[in-house]
């Protein structure tokens, strides 16, 4: 078979047939119109704009058509959003999830995805951590036909567009600033996400027609320097620690408004150290243990008198059925247009293990799990906003929706290691079994 080259190739090359009477006249009139050099440079130049006509036809064709597939707001992007809102149970929901490729975001969407909810993911997929394994969360999302929305909860514009394509019934807030201590260098970021995010959302979900519930992350930091144990939600929240745990506090002041003014369904949720297989490459846990296997010293802090820290360590199983709880028992929002016709319900409540566990036992149990000696420093905690230790009391929860967590921290952290030793390629003589 002849190449793909030879189909340019004289079959023998050097030899032609004499000309016919037909290909001496059309000679004779190619000669006639190109008699004068002008005529030739005339149609030189036709032929220039032509083809030049041709390439930027072409090029407005092949940008329209990656605008229609991709772009934000174009008739495809909708078509995605639609069918990723999809409800395929009897009474189920369509949510809005903010902050999808999240640590939480992303575990609360796939379970709602795989009992027949509709789910549509927003994220701003900032670098406050690793923006690839929010990409590898993205990823594993779409695999379950959760389409996530690039874009920021300020931005007005795209959430009126989102709820002008769907009637989403509630919405999963998760979107947010963490950390305690990034605070201190970047405040800003927490007032721009925490806050004024917070609001942009609200005005949205107060305007829709119908109004979505709206159940949003909250954290135990808003309870501060609250020495009463265990912390209960009708406790003390007026002393934070950190300005995290203040914007966390003046979101609910927020929420509240919104639910006493337009009618909005609230719920707030008070997560206590949320730990497990996917989570953020800045809390402890996940820093340890890349420290641990990298033979790199971890610090240890302690308390005052060289009291150690202790945490409600909580694993994110029991986190994503408190938040699929909570969005079952929201109520409806009873407002329409932004303007309210009757109460609606206000709720917040704590999602923790009810176990504390102290930081130098954490630590111990992954060096069982990585089978690898931790090279301590242990200091003293400084000013930077923590607090010495979290427990929470989880009665409401309970009582509202059957919260009843179910993984201890060494089981959770098995899982934990499991899972980091082989999203990041360790050896299958460190994995655990």
């Keep these: 078979m002849r190449g793909l080259e030879e189909e340019f190739i004289p079959s023998t090359p050097g030899k032609f047939k004499d000309k016919t009477y037909v290909n001496y006249s059309v000679n004779r009139q190619f000669h006639r119109c190109f008699a004068s050099t002008s005529t030739m440079f005339l149609w030189a130049l036709f032929l220039i704009a032509l083809t030049a006509s041709y390439l930027s036809f072409q090029s407005f064709m092949d940008s329209g058509t990656r605008y229609l597939s991709s772009t934000w707001g174009s008739l495809h992007w909708e078509k995605q959003v639609r069918d990723s809102a999809q409800i395929h149970r009897v009474n189920g929901m369509s949510v809005l999830v903010t902050g999808a490729v999240g640590f939480v975001g992303s575990h609360v969407s796939i379970a709602l995805k795989k009992r027949g909810d509709g789910v549509v993911g927003i994220d701003n997929f900032n670098n406050y951590y690793d923006p690839s394994l929010k990409k590898a969360r993205k990823n594993l999302l779409n695999s379950q036909n959760i ?51 917070l609001v942009t959302l609200l005005e949205a979900c107060k305007n829709a027609n119908p109004q979505p519930a709206v159940v949003w992350a909250s954290s135990s930091s808003v309870y501060g320097l609250n020495e009463k144990v265990p912390f209960s939600e009708s406790d003390r929240t007026d002393q934070p620690a950190s300005l995290y745990a203040a914007t966390k506090k003046a979101g609910e002041e927020i929420t509240h408004t919104y639910n006493h003014i337009y009618g909005l369904s609230i719920t707030g949720l008070r997560f206590f150290t949320v730990y497990g ?21 971890i610090t240890v802090y302690r308390g005052k008198n060289r009291v150690d820290l202790a945490r409600d360590f909580t694993y994110i199983d029991d986190v994503v059925k408190g938040c699929v709880g909570s969005l079952d028992t929201a109520g409806k929002s009873t407002g329409s247009g932004g303007k309210k016709k009757g109460p609606a319900p206000y709720r917040i409540f704590n999602l923790g293990n009810t176990s504390p566990v102290t930081v130098p036992m954490m630590v111990g149990m992954l060096e069982k799990h990585l089978k690898v000696k931790a090279k301590k420093h242990i200091v003293d905690m400084p000013g ?35 899972w980091y030793l082989s999203y990041y390629g360790y050896s299958q003589q460190k994995s655990v079994k």
């Excluded at 297989?277 to 010293?297: C, E, H, V």
């Excluded at 923590?386 to 098995?414: C, E, M, W």
């Design 147 to 197: 389409f996530i929305v690039e874009g920021d909860i300020n931005d007005m514009r795209m959430l009126v567009k989102l709820f002008d394509i769907v009637a989403f019934t509630h919405v999963m807030h998760l979107a947010a600033q963490a950390g305690v201590r990034y605070a201190m260098e970047n405040p800003q970021s927490y007032v721009h996400s925490n806050i004024a995010g």
């Design 277 to 297: 297989p996917w989570g953020r490459p800045d809390m402890a846990y996940f820093s340890f243990t890349r420290n641990i296997l990298q033979g790199k010293p």
């Design 384 to 418: 930077n906003g923590d607090v010495p230790f979290t427990h929470a009391n989880i009665t409401s929860a309970q009582k509202a929706f059957g919260y009843k967590p179910t993984t201890d921290l060494q089981t959770g952290l098995r899982k934990f290691v499991r």
